[in-house]
Nanobody
Framework: VQLQASGGGLVQAGESLRLSCAAS????????MAWFRQAPGKEREFVAA????????YYADSVKGRFTISRDNAKTSVYLHMSSLEPEDTATYYC??????????????????WGQGTLVTVSS
């Protein structure tokens, strides 16, 4: 599967932004989808994940209550709605996919496919 992330940009603290990740290829509904982010000088970190439907959602503590992940299997897309953005949310955001979680849903090595990243900058 190929992933294309979009929707990043420059926003002010407190504002909202929605990221999209469009997937090409077959059997999108079989993939576990996730968002990770990487700030300058820091390691890539887990943000959110959804299993095969939007009924099973996982979030990092730092974004819980502010970010919402969702998927639309008919449109082969996954979204990350981000609200109450903080300067600490500034990072390049990556969508990721896998059909089998090997090392835990929060671990980047569990994911086989990655999008190119979209930059989110939150000014104070």
């Amino acid at each position: 599967v190929q992933l294309q992330a979009s929707g990043g940009g420059l926003v002010q603290a407190g504002e909202s932004l929605r990221l999209s990740c469009a997937a090409s290829g077959r059997a999108f509904s079989r993939y576990i989808m996730a968002w990770f982010r990487q700030a300058p000088g820091k390691e890539r970190e887990f943000v959110a994940a959804t299993l095969l439907s939007s009924d099973n959602l996982y979030y990092a503590d730092s974004v819980k209550g502010r970010f919402t992940i969702s998927r639309d299997n008919a449109k082969t897309s996954v979204y990350l709605h981000m609200s109450s953005l903080e300067p600490e949310d500034t990072a390049t955001y990556y969508c990721a996919a896998t059909v089998l979680i090997r090392n835990g849903i929060y671990t980047s090595s569990s994911y086989d496919y990655w999008g190119q990243g979209t930059l989110v900058t939150v000014s104070s």
